[in-house]
């Protein structure tokens, strides 16, 4: 094995592949805190989901034991959409709302669920009552 | 030369318990979810990676290191791919939870494409069960664990000098699809394996029990996938049959033929219980003969398919790089071998994108550059091959 290194050109293409590994660190949004917390459950993924929202979705929910949930209108955006137009689909946001249906997964949406959340800013029903809010979400129970 | 023939078995049987065990955990999982049966899959499957890192740690210690640096790269990072998170984790998440195989096909979350085949999340969900509980990043190292056997594998297919480049030039093809929770690395590195032992089987005359069983068990794991996948093996199946009818090597061969086509049957599964579920695919469906007359004499089409497709960098440097390749080695066999396959599923990935639903443009650039990556590393790969071949003076015609 030794002889293998001992080659000049096995050397250089030993350190060309070192090379590309750290490229490959580099390319990535490697974080050695992520490393860290890689197994912890209990760890928010700040790094992997770029709206507070989301994140906060599932500290509302989790904090009521609540099993179903419901969203606002404004969250879900627009439904129906038109895949076969670029301009629909470049004017789309769907980012919150799908995300926040993985994240807190296994607490399921469902459009039959009184618990419902909306952004912070909306108008919500009078029939509403307010549950809890946070800085982005407030959770409604309608 | 005993020395040789027992490090190369061993590689084989390593190979083969991992591509095993990784298709034992999925028929398991089919089954019914048995937590402590998974478990110990999954332990046995690092204990023989362990085995294959520990057992004489200075051989081929460049593999060990990449597979080592990538799996820390891989714990290291984010999951913010949109399909990691909303499909291939996702699904993932949906059997670890539910303890189903066929948690997706509830029809809960339809956009995630619950039609897309499990065998990668299903050992995601396997790694999860084993750590017992879930997060959004572990879970990504199950598909890097899964491109181990064939990376095992390439050992056996180069010599050391050769294996630096095959690493550097895989390493600078796939980068990001290895450790960022896509499966489309691991596609690519299975379809070229898996486009690699045809070769190695049917025209390079190789005989070995190992490397049959093998085969199989990636053309299972590669038609699992994704649906890319299953096109890729019935691709290959295809091209095996018709280059032993042109051989006339039919009757000879007809045993191990009819042997790998029963890699299909899995997948056969998975579609008919998708049918049952009432879960259709979003490109081929019921409508799918009339995108395809709309389409196809739609000359912007074409041209739109061809720029993202044909124009994508790496893939044009890896035609140059085949076709260098062979002006240099002269290996008529593997050239067109590579060539006839490649050409095969390009004229599959045309007709996808002319029957999709979605508006073409956008669809291309959300897919082009992750569809090609397999073509791309399938030239390069028997480029390199090419090379090697002519410089260790295996027979050339």
């Given amino acids: 094995m030794k002889s293998i290194y001992k080659n000049k050109l096995n ?23 992520i490393l860290v917390n890689s197994f912890n459950k209990n760890w928010i993924p700040v790094y992997s989901i770029y709206r507070s929202e989301v994140i906060e979705s599932k500290y509302l929910l989790n904090k009521h034991r609540i099993s179903k949930f419901n969203v606002s209108q404004k969250i ?14 470049k004017a789309t946001n769907l980012y919150t709302y799908y995300r926040m249906l993985t994240y807190n997964y296994p607490i399921r949406l469902d459009s039959q669920s009184k618990y419902f959340l909306f952004f912070l800013n909306e108008k919500t029903s009078e029939k509403c009552k307010a549950l809890d809010k946070g800085k982005y979400l407030k959770l409604l129970i309608c | 030369m005993l020395k040789q023939i027992k490090r ?18 999925y028929f398991v999982m089919f089954i019914s979810y048995n937590e402590y049966i998974i478990k110990l899959i999954f332990s046995l499957y690092i204990c023989a990676i362990l085995f294959f890192i520990i057992y004489s740690p200075l051989n081929f210690l460049h593999l060990k290191i990449t597979l080592v640096v990538l799996m820390i790269i891989v714990l290291g990072n984010p999951t913010y791919s949109w399909d990691a998170w909303a499909i291939w984790l996702f699904h993932a998440k949906r059997i670890f939870f539910e303890q189903s195989i066929i948690a997706q096909l509830d029809g809960y979350a339809m956009w995630t494409h619950n039609d897309y085949p499990v065998i990668a999340p299903t050992f995601a969900a396997s790694l999860a069960t084993l750590v017992g509980s879930w997060n959004n990043i572990f879970p990504k190292l199950a598909f890097l664990l899964m491109s181990f056997p064939p990376l ?22 796939l980068n990001l699809y290895l450790i960022n929770g896509l499966v489309d690395g691991l596609v690519a590195i299975y379809f070229t394996f898996s486009s690699y032992l045809i070769y190695d089987i049917f025209l390079n005359k190789q005989n070995s029990f190992y490397y049959l069983l093998i085969t199989f068990c990636f053309f299972i794991i590669l038609s699992l996938l994704k649906n890319e996948g299953a096109v890729m093996v019935a691709i290959l199946l295809s091209i095996m049959i018709i280059i ?16 790998l086509l029963f890699s299909l049957i899995p997948i056969l599964i998975w579609k008919i219980t998708c049918i049952n579920y009432n ?9 799918t003969l009339n995108s395809l007359k709309n389409m196809i004499f739609n000359y912007n089409s ?3 398919i061809f720029k993202f497709l044909i124009l994508d960098t790496k893939f044009i440097l890896s035609i140059i790089f085949i076709l260098i390749a062979f002006n240099f080695a002269k290996n008529k066999r593997i050239f067109y071998f590579s060539l ?7 004229f599959s990935l045309f007709m996808v994108y002319l029957i999709s639903p979605y508006d073409l443009a956008w669809h291309l650039s959300s897919s082009a550059s992750r569809v090609i990556v397999p073509l791309t590393f399938l030239f390069s790969f028997f480029g390199l091959l090419q090379i090697y071949h002519k410089k260790i003076g295996i027979y050339v015609h």
């Fill in chain 2, 340 to 346: 006839s396959i490649g050409v095969t599923y390009l």
């Fill in chain 2, 279 to 287: 879960v259709n695919n979003d490109i081929i469906n019921y409508d």
């Fill in chain 1, 76 to 89: 879900i955006g627009e439904t129906d959409l038109d895949f076969s137009s670029a301009n629909t689909i």
């Fill in chain 2, 152 to 173: 095992i594998l390439s050992i056996k297919m180069f010599n050391v000098r050769y294996h630096f480049l095959f690493l550097i030039l895989a390493l600078f093809i």
């Fill in chain 2, 244 to 259: 032993n009818i042109s051989k006339k090597e039919m009757l000879q061969n007809y045993k191990k033929i009819i042997f």
């Fill in chain 2, 302 to 304: 074409f041209k739109l």
């Fill in chain 1, 11 to 33: 050397l250089f293409l030993f350190f060309l592949l070192i090379i590309n590994l750290i490229y490959i660190k580099n390319i990535s949004y490697f974080n050695l805190e």
């Fill in chain 2, 8 to 25: 190369v078995l061993k590689i084989e049987t390593v190979v083969s318990i991992l591509v095993l065990l990784i298709l034992l955990n």
